[in-house]
């Protein structure tokens, strides 16, 4: 009787153990989060391939960090309207629409084209050294002199039409590794290329702590992985036959660069 007394009493006490365990660690529920993806060409996903049909000259791409997010977490719902050649006002005057109080996480890549990225590496590589380093000391003019305040307003009407939302902002890559050797540009080139982009996106990490936003730094992932490096290239180098991708991350670099900081700075 004893016995049978002990083994009701060991059975009981295993089943509320394990109805403790059960309640301590709950089966993961799905992700909650309403995203929308907003920026340029390196939030939309140029030069990553497998563009959809719907986002036509935009070219959002299936493989784009915001898209690798949608499909690996599974937000309760997800929409990009990021743009290939975007500029901030168009951020502020085409994009912004797609927020509401609902939305609960926002990305948002831009300012690149606002100092001409494109523009100076089409310098650089048509016209030489003089004039690379002269188009890079113009547009870092322009960045110290207008990109804060343009920065500002995009974010100022995302915390407008989102009030309850996370945001981070995600930066761009440094394109070249320095110190080896490298056909093409030249070195005074290369380095003035890469003062430019650092020069952005510190200016963007100080706008985006100002508003009190997330800043997903990408520079340091991708070393190693820059134009000129020995290790596999995560951005594509000048592309004559498809000149639109030149200097854009490859899938690679979304899903090995771009994906992984700002998982982490999503939450």
């Known amino acids: 009787m004893r016995k049978s007394r002990l083994v009701t ?5 295993a089943a509320s153990l394990g109805a403790t365990l059960a309640l301590a660690v709950p089966a993961q529920a799905a ?8 920026g340029d060409s390196y939030a939309s996903g140029v030069g990553a391939g497998s563009y959809t049909s719907e986002s036509g000259s935009c070219q959002r791409s299936t493989k784009a960090y915001p898209a690798l997010y949608q499909a690996n977490i599974r937000p309760a719902s997800y929409r990009s309207v990021a743009c290939s050649g975007a500029r901030t ?32 590496m089409t310098t650089c590589v048509l016209y030489g050294q003089t004039q690379c ?31 309850n939302a ?26 003035k290329i890469n003062e430019g982009i650092n020069l952005v996106d510190d200016i963007t990490r100080s706008a985006a702590l100002a508003a009190g936003f997330k800043f997903a730094d990408v520079r340091s992932i991708f070393v190693g992985h820059q134009l000129c490096s020995y290790g596999e290239k995560w951005l594509h180098a000048l592309n004559y ?24 700075a999503a939450g």
């Open 31 to 38: 992700p909650a989060d309403h995203y929308v993806a907003l």
């Open 166 to 191: 996370r945001v981070v902002v995600v930066g761009y890559p440094v394109f070249y590794q320095l110190g080896t050797f490298c056909v093409g540009l030249s070195a005074t080139s290369r380095a």
């Open 133 to 163: 380093v002269a188009a890079v000391q113009a547009a870092e003019d322009k960045a110290r002199t207008q990109l804060p305040g343009l920065l500002s307003t995009v974010y100022k009407g995302i915390r407008a039409k989102a009030p």
């Open 9 to 13: 009493l060991a059975l009981s006490m």
């Open 241 to 264: 036959a498809n000149i639109g991708i030149s200097y854009h991350p490859t899938a690679a670099g979304q899903s090995g660069g771009y994906y992984p900081v700002f998982r982490s």
């Open 89 to 120: 006002t168009d951020v502020t005057n085409k994009q912004l629409s797609a927020l509401s109080s609902t939305t609960t996480l926002v990305s948002v890549t831009v300012g690149g084209n606002d100092v001409g990225f494109a523009n100076i």
